[in-house]
Each structure stands twice: as C-alpha cells, then as structure tokens.
C-alpha cells in the first residue's frame, strides 16, 4: 500500500509540473485576448467557481477569523503582485525565459531567510546562489546588449520582480500553512484574487470594451482557470503530503523545460545558445539549492501545500 501510495504522488507531481509548465506559454497565448488584469480575474473567477462547485464534498470552512486576515496579507504578495507582474512580463519576454527566471524563487526564499529569518547560509549555497545569477545574467542579456536594454529586458525584470513576490509569501507563509487546512488557504485566495482584480479588470473593461477574443484566447483562460489555478494546486498538496519536499522540489524544477519545448513549439520561439546555458545553470543550481538545503535540514516529509519544515527553501509557488 505504501509502494502504490507513493506511485500516485509521483504520478502526480509529474503531472503538476507538466501542467504548471504549459501556463507560461498558455499565458502568452491568453494575453492576445484579454489585458493582464482580464486574464488574471478570469482565471481565478474560474477556479472559485470549481472551488464553490465542489464545496458540497470539500467544505468552504478551515479558516477563523485570525486566518482569514493573515492570508490577505499573503493574498497581496501572491495571487495579488505575483500574477499580475508575471503576467506583464510575459507579454515582453519569451514564456521560455519567464518559466526558467521564476525558477528562480528558491535562490530568493535562501537570501530572504538568511536575511530575514537568521537561517544560516553555507558556503556552498553561496556558491550556488552565485552560479544561478550568473545565469539569470545570460538569460537576461544573450541577445546582446541593445536587445537586453531593450522590451526584454523590462520583461525579464518583471519576472524577476514576480519571483521576488513569490518568495516573500513563501516565507510569510510557512507557518500558516501548518496551521490550517492548505486546501482552505487556497480556496480563499482565489476568492481574494477576484476581489482584488475585479476593480482593474472593469476598468480594462471599460476602457478598451468587451471585444470578444479569439477561441484560442478563451481555450488558453479556460486552461489557466482549470488546470493550473485548480487542479495543478490541488496535485502539489497532494504530492506532497506524501513525498519528501526536496523531491517535490527538483520536480517542480521540470517545469522550465516543460515551459521551453512547448514554447517552441506552439509560439514559434527560438532560443540563443547563450540563453539555453543560462537555462541550465539557473535549474542545475535551483535544485542542488533546494536538494541540499532539504537534506541538511534533515528530510522531513512535506506536509503541506506551500511550504515545508526545517531549515530549507519551501516549495516556490508557480504560475
């Protein structure tokens, strides 16, 4: 029973990955209908419907009152500016380099702890966060120096900025999580997604009308709604109340390649060398970070679907 036990865990992070991987590309494709705001309030009106539709079997309580203000704080951090600076970003940078940068959430989570939290930093995780800079500089600047100061630099900077937000929510937010239900925290920040977007959505909307958007444009919200702003979240609480964090978190590590071949594939992108080894160096370096720090926190299982125990990076959070 254990063995099959975890066979579905993995079965399941895979396919969380997968489907985290294919947002940024879906993303991209999206924003060709819909404006930032748009697109982040659909997707997550789209996920508190499936959330509400499944509240007869799942329950809509888990949080009192002191734990509903806490993750609003959290929900300013993420859903609020990681999804709406990920989402200008990607629509001035390739959705392969976007999906690589936001791996970079775990090097951030490290600097953050050391700084904020007094978690010691070895040299050899210095050493790493330096190796995954470096390659953020290839990613950022392999066109060269005028395209870099160029739309795509702005891009790869919002990016960045998104990851920032990201890992400043993953350290609020660890232990939140152990004290209620991951499931209901969530479900009530996607309620607190489309309390915060709406405003800047109807203003889109009244700004530019309701044209109405291509079907591939819907398909694209559809997905982000669904499978990732659900189901993806819903597969990474699961995967990880039964797998160590630190394998979860070399998954999750998939995620840029998964991002990268479909974005060659289905937006025509074509990737630099120097660019394809500021890959490399960015996920090689995020999960010996994430794997090391979690062994030399001590292993604990993950128990939860935003963070972990220990000394160690959590799990990033992901588009």
Not at 127 to 145: D, K, M, P, R, Y
Request: proline share 4%; charged share 10%; with cysteine.
């Amino acid at each position: 029973m254990m063995g099959a036990g975890r066979g579905r865990a993995v079965a399941a992070v895979v396919a969380m990955s997968v489907l985290f991987g294919a947002s940024f590309p879906a993303t991209k494709i999206a924003l060709e209908g819909f404006t930032a705001s748009q697109l982040i309030f659909l997707r997550f009106a789209l996920a508190s419907v499936v959330f509400l539709a499944l509240s007869p079997w799942t329950g809509l309580g888990g949080l009192d009152r002191r734990g509903a203000l806490q993750v609003l704080v959290l929900a300013l951090f993420e859903p609020g500016a990681y999804f709406f600076l990920e989402a200008w970003g990607i629509q001035r940078t390739l959705a392969s380099t976007a999906a690589v940068l936001i791996a970079t959430i775990p090097v951030f989570v490290l600097v953050l702890e050391a700084v904020w939290l007094n978690v010691t930093v070895r040299a050899h995780e210095v050493a790493l966060i330096i190796l995954s800079l470096g390659g953020i500089v290839l990613l950022v600047g392999a066109s060269g120096v005028g395209a870099a100061f160029g739309g795509s630099l702005s891009g790869n900077l919002l990016i960045l900025g998104a990851a920032l937000a990201a890992s400043v929510y993953t350290a609020m937010a660890r232990r939140l999580v152990q004290a209620y239900s991951p499931l209901a925290v969530t479900r009530l920040q996607a309620f607190y997604a489309v309390a915060m977007y709406l405003p800047f959505a109807a203003w889109d909307w009244h700004r530019h009308g309701a044209d109405e958007p291509e079907t591939r444009s819907v398909l694209a919200l559809a997905y982000l709604g669904i499978c990732c702003s659900f189901l993806a979240y819903v597969l990474l609480n699961f995967s990880l109340s039964r797998l160590k964090a630190s394998t979860v978190a070399a998954f999750t590590n998939v995620i840029p390649v998964v991002a990268t071949g479909l974005a060659v594939l289905l937006l025509g992108e074509r990737l630099l060398w120097g660019q394809v080894l500021g890959g490399v160096l960015v996920v090689a370096s995020v999960t010996l970070l994430t794997l090391q720090a979690r062994r030399a926190g001590g292993g604990e299982e993950g128990t939860s679907g935003a963070g972990t125990k220990g000394g160690g990076p959590p799990i990033p959070p992901v588009a």
